[in-house]
Structures are given as structure tokens and as C-alpha cells.
């Protein structure tokens, strides 16, 4: 199983700030690398795939990089909205998928 | 609009069954392969079972092998999961979503909740 660790586990952003979020793999995993964002309450909302593709309709004040075993989320500007738990996972051990236990970011 | 709607979950006592609903709308669901992802209260998220657009074939996560079934109607669009030999650490947020071979989940419901507890 490819083990996927995410730091920290929780960020405190001001709005307007940037926001970095980290991932590892234990293994690698080419740029098959997604992240989710989870708000209270909601299922998981797809964010970015392929490492650096922007989803349908995600703004691009989010942004992923990485490929390999090492990958970030950065969000430019942080708006009050972002507040939630975001997950990256691991697709190329299909279909064994792993996620990370996810980074709360705090406004 | 793709939408994603599970049902079904509730409190049941260890050793005992459930059987999960997700009802698909908003695209073409025999075209698409399926996935059921679970949350324990206050964790990550777990893969736990995968089916084809066909039906056919299915994954397990070793967790649940043995002891849940996944299945689908493409008449209906409706995708299932059953439980048996429930366990204490079984409890969690269910939800469904679409996932391709080799590629993330682009869409998911908003989960429901099991709780096995006596």
C-alpha cells in the first residue's frame, strides 16, 4: 500500500494570504496525484488531478505541483470560503487508492 | 447536473447487515465505473470497493473483502453496496463516487452514515 502523509495538519491562514500544502508519497506515484477539498458536513470536492490540472470550475487561485513522491497545493489568496480539510491521493496504485489524512486550514 | 445520492445507512448491532443505495442522475451511468469510499468519525478517507460499468469485475479493500458486496443496476442507475458481518469498526460516513481506471474521483455524493455499535 502506498502511504500518503500530508503536512501540517493544520494551517491558520489570514484571508488574502497564501496557503501551502504538502504531500508525500512513499512510493512513486508519476503525477497521478489528486487533491480533494472537504468542507463541514459535504462529501469530498475534486480540486486537481494529474498533480497540476485544475478541475471543472475550480478557480485558479488553487494550484497543485509535484510529481514523483513530493507534491504541494497552494492556494494564492485565501478566501474565507476555503475553509476545510483538503486531502491528496494517490491514483497510479490503481485500484488500491490511498489518501492523505488531510490538512485543515483555518481562516 | 451530475448528482450523487446515497441511502440506507443506520444504526445496526455488530454481526449484522445493511445494504447501501447511491442514485445516479445527470449523465450516462453504465458508461461510468463506481466506487464506495468510506470516512470513520474524525478520520481520512478509506477506498473500500470498486465496480465496472458492466458489472464487471469488482475490487475489495481488504478490510471489507469477505464481508461486502458491491453491485450496480444500469436500469435503474443505482449502485449498492451490502454489508455483512458488520463490525464495530465499520462505522462511518459512506459515500459513492465516479472513478475511472486510473483516475481520480471526479464526482461524490454527500454520504451516509452507519453506525454498528450494540
Known amino acids: 500500500e502506498i502511504v500518503m502523509t500530508q503536512s501540517p495538519a493544520t494551517l491558520s491562514v489570514s484571508p488574502g494570504e497564501r496557503a501551502t500544502l504538502s504531500c508525500r508519497a512513499s512510493q512513486n506515484v508519476n503525477s497521478n496525484l489528486a487533491w480533494y477539498q472537504q468542507k463541514l458536513g459535504q462529501g469530498p470536492r475534486l480540486l486537481i488531478f494529474?498533480?497540476?490540472t485544475r478541475a471543472t470550475g475550480i478557480p485558479a487561485r488553487f494550484s497543485g505541483s509535484g510529481s514523483g513522491t513530493d507534491f504541494t497545493l497552494t492556494i494564492s489568496s485565501l478566501q474565507p470560503e476555503d475553509l476545510a480539510v483538503y486531502y491528496c491521493?494517490?491514483?497510479?496504485?490503481?485500484?488500491?487508492?490511498?489518501f492523505g489524512q488531510g490538512t485543515k486550514v483555518e481562516i | 447536473e451530475v448528482q450523487l445520492v446515497e441511502s440506507g445507512g443506520a444504526v445496526v448491532q455488530p454481526g449484522g447487515s445493511l445494504r447501501l443505495s447511491c442514485a445516479a442522475s445527470?449523465?450516462?451511468?453504465?458508461?461510468?465505473?463506481m466506487n464506495w469510499v468510506r470516512q470513520a468519525p474524525g478520520k481520512g478517507l478509506e477506498w473500500i470497493s470498486y465496480i465496472s460499468g458492466s458489472g464487471s469485475p469488482t475490487f475489495y479493500a481488504d478490510s471489507v473483502k469477505g464481508r461486502f458486496i458491491i453491485s450496480r443496476d444500469n436500469a435503474k442507475n443505482s449502485l449498492f453496496l451490502q454489508m455483512n458481518s458488520l463490525r464495530v469498526e465499520d462505522t462511518a460516513v459512506y459515500y459513492c463516487a465516479r472513478g475511472e481506471v486510473m483516475d481520480p474521483y471526479d464526482y461524490w455524493g454527500q454520504g451516509t452514515l452507519v453506525t454498528v455499535s450494540s
Open positions: 494529474y498533480a497540476s
Open positions: 445527470g449523465f450516462t451511468f453504465s458508461r461510468y465505473e
Open positions: 491521493q494517490q491514483y497510479n496504485n490503481w485500484p488500491r487508492l490511498t
